[in-house]
């Protein structure tokens, strides 16, 4: 049974098990607080009770967070603050014991640097904080399945072993493939496109991708879990925007009607109001933006800078009340060659900006074979290298566009946790390859 099952077990006998989070051990009586997940239970056991001498023994020498399987009563006792209940024992079994001294502290993570946490991620991972967060990681993932289904999306699993990259430019992580070069997968771009072009309509696919970039930022990883979806028969990058929002605003609605108290109690965040059109600012505009109401100029005239993002999600925070805003019509130079570019040679891309921080890169794509392959080599690359890709669309392929979404920035910004490593069940960087 679960501690949060026990309300309706009163004046029952019940078995329950879990980890020892504290004991009082008073002169009179021991107080063990059992927990599982982050539902916490007082079990009390009478010292002059001469049943309970085997049990005051156990306890006596039980280390913090071993685990036991305990079979006693529910009692109910308002005196009790977790929930008004406590658990008279009868019997209690020892399932494994903890060493005595923990390697970092779990009642305040703040007395353990970050890295060591990291080291002893299977520890830290029992914080009721990260319980919560991966829960609602879970449910987060299934209501976006839940939209996708709803509107009759298929589910696509691409390889990650790849000849080729879907990102010119980018590092990749190259290994020996029975002889030839190949390389983990950065983004299933080349695939997603491939399946508008057999006539799936609408995909989508939750993976790894793999980025060897030697960063170490607050916001990259080296291995990532991308949310991909790809759209056919659009008229515009405007449908691409519109498919997206309507599927944050049905994800992020859920978790707040089901998780927004708890999120509030153990981060202190209110999950973000999504009732509002999210907003979108041209490039150029949000470069004036910044300009002119922050005094801000960056180096980058292509692209936008950390800051930028910081400054322009203030902006539509103010003026629109919106904690997203879409910046759209990025420069060529800018975005990879398979974005569709208008007669004024504007890309009809966008980047979604999330509490200051790029969540998602879009785009309508460009489908017709002679000026994708124009495109190509405009981006200095040669044509014989992507043969592969631009067979793709020899036979006919819809207009098609789609975005993608990292996990660990969403859940970032969703809870306002400062750093991706603390976002990522287990992360992967350029100095960690553990645990």
Same mark, same amino acid.
């Given at each position: ?152 999306? !298929? *589910? #696509? ?6 000849? $080729?990259?879907?990102? &010119?430019?980018?590092?990749?992580? %190259? ?46 990883? !080296? *291995? #990532? ?6 759209? $056919?028969?659009?008229? &515009?990058?405007?449908?691409?925007? %519109? ?32 009732s509002m059109e999210f907003p979108k600012i041209k490039f150029e505009d949000a470069k004036k933006i910044i300009k002119e109401k922050y005094n801000f100029v960056s180096e980058k005239t292509d692209d936008l800078e950390r800051k930028e993002e910081e400054l322009i999600c203030k902006y539509a925070k103010e003026k629109y009340n919106s904690d997203f805003v879409f910046i759209t019509n ?106």
């Amino acid at each position: 049974m679960k501690i949060k099952e026990l309300i309706d077990q009163e004046n029952k006998e019940i078995v329950i098990q879990g980890f020892v989070d504290n004991i009082r051990n008073l002169q009179y009586v021991q107080f063990v607080i059992l927990r599982d997940k982050f539902d916490k239970v007082q079990i009390t056991i009478e010292k002059e009770d001469e049943n309970n001498k085997e049990l005051v023994k156990i306890i006596d020498t039980l280390p913090l967070e071993s685990t036991i399987k305990v079979t006693g009563k529910v009692v109910k006792n308002e005196k009790v603050k977790l929930n008004g209940l406590e658990i008279i024992p009868s019997k209690i079994e020892v399932t494994s014991t903890s060493d005595v001294e923990l390697p970092i502290d779990l009642k305040n993570k703040d007395n353990t640097l970050r890295e060591t946490r990291l080291d002893y991620r299977y520890l830290d991972l029992r914080r009721a904080e990260n319980q919560l967060l991966f829960k609602c990681q879970s449910y987060i993932e299934q209501m976006m399945r839940e939209y996708w289904y709803n509107n009759d999306y !298929t *589910e #696509i699993h691409t390889p990650k072993i790849s000849a $080729s990259s879907a990102e &010119s430019g980018a590092e990749m992580f %190259k290994l020996d493939y029975f002889g030839q070069q190949a390389c983990l997968s950065q983004s299933p771009q080349f695939y997603k496109q491939m399946t508008m072009a057999s006539g799936f309509d609408k995909i989508f696919e939750i993976g790894p991708v793999f980025r060897a970039e030697n960063s170490h930022t607050s916001y990259h990883a !080296t *291995e #990532i879990e991308m949310i991909d979806v790809e759209i $056919s028969w659009i008229n &515009s990058v405007e449908d691409v925007m %519109k498919e997206e929002e309507n599927w944050i605003k049905y994800f992020i609605s859920k978790l707040k009607e089901k998780y927004g108290e708890e999120i509030k109690k153990y981060f202190n965040v209110e999950v973000s109001d999504v009732s509002m059109e999210f907003p979108k600012i041209k490039f150029e505009d949000a470069k004036k933006i910044i300009k002119e109401k922050y005094n801000f100029v960056s180096e980058k005239t292509d692209d936008l800078e950390r800051k930028e993002e910081e400054l322009i999600c203030k902006y539509a925070k103010e003026k629109y009340n919106s904690d997203f805003v879409f910046i759209t019509n990025f420069p060529y130079s800018a975005r990879s060659f398979y974005v569709m570019k208008d007669e004024k040679g504007e890309t009809q891309t966008y980047d979604l900006l999330f509490k200051g921080l790029e969540i998602t890169s879009g785009a309508q794509r460009e489908h017709r074979y002679d000026i994708l392959k124009k495109q190509i080599i405009e981006k200095g690359i040669e044509p014989s290298l992507l043969q592969f890709y631009l067979d793709f669309f020899k036979y006919g392929c819809p207009p098609h566009g789609g975005f993608g979404v990292g996990m660990g920035r969403i859940l970032m910004q969703i809870f306002e946790i400062d750093n991706i490593r603390e976002a990522t069940l287990i992360y992967r960087g350029p100095t960690r390859l553990n645990p």
